[in-house]
Structure formats: structure tokens, C-alpha cells
């Protein structure tokens, strides 16, 4: 028997082999593991450092809102069949709104109304979006298409409150400052920091939430004794000094003192020293947030963050949502790239005081 006879003759036999062994047991189906839920197993894989590996990007992208709607259930959890029907009402609502319009009709036609009601009744804050002058229209948004899934339960709320709510401010607590979309027009050092592309206060400083219309991407790079987080929404990167203290001269940067460390297979940082100007829901002087990274699967972050003030809070409060792979990288954001609205906004307030000015120089006014 010559070489070319005897492998061929081989590979028949393992082929045949397989074959046998496949016919006497057949393969049982595989049920994947839902990424969601923490395998008790699964163990994440350790960087360079031997830190457990967060690096790479990430979204937090959901359809599951901050604050629970209590019109449509006051329940911390939905039943997947409760949270798949949501899922395709929220993205038939949208994909209606985003429908091709007659050019012919006016806009605030009552077929616009039934759409924008729909809308409403999803996720009132995405009509908001194209509603004032300069608003986005829905073909812009990017909820995601799913519900915010953690440990098999799907959430009705990212907060984990009682009630999914905010908790009520102490009396006399601690005001806010600059920052505000409502806020005066004299000057544009007077516009919020998202308005002059200087931070986006939802995306960045933490707490990091879904901001519930775009861009809600991140990265993450790991070193030996810091942790840099990119925000895609203007383009602010936060770094956590790991085991060190927080810095006491009074500065305070944009994004607020963030300080880190590893307890396990977690990343824990806490942030101080959050400036006037980014503040959190009012809160800043005495601000502390601390955040839990956990990567609970392959495909995984579990982030869980913690809000105190003392000062304006009776207790603290706070949320959680999972990080998913991100499907793409996070590319510059150049926020002032042929951005109108600063300018647009300052002309239209002197267009608005002039016209003050000329129906109060007519005569017999007032």
C-alpha cells in the first residue's frame, strides 16, 4: 500500500469514526447563557496588571427610562413578555413618527398629533427631542431596542428607589447652579457647558447615564495606576487615579476628582470635587458618587452607582444598568463642527429685545 493510499485510507476511517460516534449520541441542543445574568462559573479574564479586564468599548444604550413611569406601572420588574411587548411598541411608535410625511400637510396635523401621542405615551422624552425650534426629530434617535435586562429581570427603571423616582430634596437644600437649557441669554458664558461643547453633564461626570437620545458610547483603558474613560458625547475623557486620595486645594475640574481602586473582580471609584457648573441635579459642594464596574459575562459591564449629598438628600440613593459591546469604534466628536445654535440662540435673544424696545417707542405705548 503506497503513502497517498494509506492517508486517504485514514481519513476515511476517522471521517467514518466521527459519523459513528455523532449517529450513536446525537448532540444536545445549546441553550447560550443569557449575558445578563452573572454565570456563578464564568470568571473574567485579568489584563497585563492582573486588574480584571474592563478595557474596550462599550454603550449603555436602553430603552428602560431613569425614573420609572408610574402611569404605566408602579412595579420594579416586567415579565419578558411584558418587556418584549414594550420593546415593539417603543420601536413601532418610533419607526411611525420617523414615517415618510405628506409635504403637502401642515405640521401639528391631527395625524402628527396621533403619531406624537403614541410617542408620548412611550417615552415622553423622545417627542420632547423635536418639539421646541431646533429640536431633533426622531430620525435621530438611537434608544436602542431593548429593555434593561439585569440578572434575568427586566427593569422598569434604571434607579433602584422604592418607587423608581428621585427621592425629594431636603427643604432648604443645596441649589443648583449655570447649566440649565432655561438659563439667561446675555452672554454666551452664560449657555450651559453642553450648548459651548464643553461637557455633556448626563454622559460624563458621573453619575454616567443613558442620555435617552444618541451617543451614548464609551471607552475604556485600563492601566497600571489609572483608568481613563472617553465619553463619545463631546469627546470628555475622565481619569481615575487608582489607590491614591483626594486632591484638597480646593480645585475642582469639569468632571469632578475621581479616585479608584479593585475590590475583586470590581472596579470601585469615587468622585468628589465636582464644580458649581456640572453640577448633579442641583448637587455639587458635597457631592460624593461612587461607582461598581463588574464584568458579570463576556459581553457584560454590570455598573451600579451610588448618589449622597447630606446636604440635599435624606439618604443615599442610586441605579444600575449593563454596559454592552459597543458595534463600531468611538470616533471624534467634534462638537462645533458647523454648530449654529450657540450664535443662533444670542441673535435670536437681541432679535427678541429689540422688538421689545420697538413696540415700546411706538406711540401711546404703554
Known sequence: MNRAIALALGVSLISLGLAASSAAAPAKAVVAADP??????????????????????????????????????????????????????FTEALAARDAEADPNTLPGNADDK????????????????????GGYNTFWLDPGTHMLD???????????TPNGQIPPRKSGGAGGGPGGFRDVYDSYENRPLGERCISFARNAPPPMLPNGYYNNNYQIVQTGDSVAIQVEHIHDVRIVRLN???RTDGIRS????????????????ETTNVPQANNFMGSWKNLKVTERFTRISPTRIN????VEDPDTWDKPWGGEYNFSPLKGIVYEYACHEGNYALPAILAGARRAEQDVATAKAKPGAD
Open 303 to 306: 455598573y451600579q452607582f451610588q
Open 114 to 133: 396621533a403619531k406624537d401621542a403614541k410617542l408620548i405615551s412611550a417615552r415622553a422624552d423622545f417627542a420632547s427631542a423635536g418639539g421646541d425650534v
Open 150 to 160: 439585569i440578572n434575568g429581570q427586566f427593569r422598569t427603571s434604571i434607579l433602584t
Open 254 to 269: 469639569w468632571l469632578g476628582d475621581s479616585v479608584g481602586r479593585y475590590e475583586g473582580n470590581t472596579l470601585v471609584v
Open 36 to 89: 445578563n445574568v452573572r454565570q456563578p462559573n464564568w470568571r473574567p479574564p485579568k489584563n497585563a496588571w492582573g486588574q480584571p479586564d474592563l478595557s474596550g468599548m462599550w454603550t449603555n444604550v436602553t430603552l428602560t427610562p431613569l425614573t420609572r413611569d408610574l402611569r404605566i406601572t408602579d412595579k420594579l420588574t416586567l415579565s419578558p413578555a411584558e418587556a418584549h411587548a414594550k420593546e415593539r411598541f
Open 244 to 246: 491614591d486620595h483626594h
